[in-house]
Nanobody, 127 residues
């Protein structure tokens, strides 16, 4: 089970840190991805991290967002700095796939395969 938290409302230029707590041990050595979804649109990848801390980011968040993980706490984070109104979305964490497919999907569009385990999402609003 994945549980996101940390969303909220901030002003342009502000920061938020999202957390994704992993409660099922067998997922803790998987690749994790953060996704976001705008109203009426499909989910899109934002960032992902492998078990050995390799990462990838979407172009729109590079240099502003940082994904990290704490294996001892079974938690994946998304530090979001210099937030913009266009970052307003529902944010989800997911696992099950791999970094290579996530990175390919960032370039080609669509969702990467095998990210089958999702949290309930947390809303981020930037005004």
């Amino acid at each position: 089970q994945l549980v996101e938290s940390g969303g909220g409302s901030v002003q342009t230029g502000g920061s938020l840190r999202l957390s994704c707590k992993v409660s099922t041990y067998r997922y803790t050595r998987y690749t994790f991805g953060w996704f976001r979804q705008y109203p009426g649109k499909e989910r899109e990848g934002v960032a992902a991290i492998e078990v050995d801390d390799l990462t990838t980011y979407g172009d729109s968040v590079k240099g502003r967002f940082t994904i990290s993980q704490d294996h001892a706490k079974n938690t994946v984070y998304l530090q979001m700095d210099n937030l913009k109104p266009e970052d307003t979305a529902m944010y989800y964490c997911a696992t099950g796939g791999n970094l290579k497919d996530f990175d390919r999907a960032l370039g080609e569009g669509g969702l990467p395969p095998d990210f089958d385990y999702w949290g309930q999402g947390t809303q981020v609003t930037v005004s």
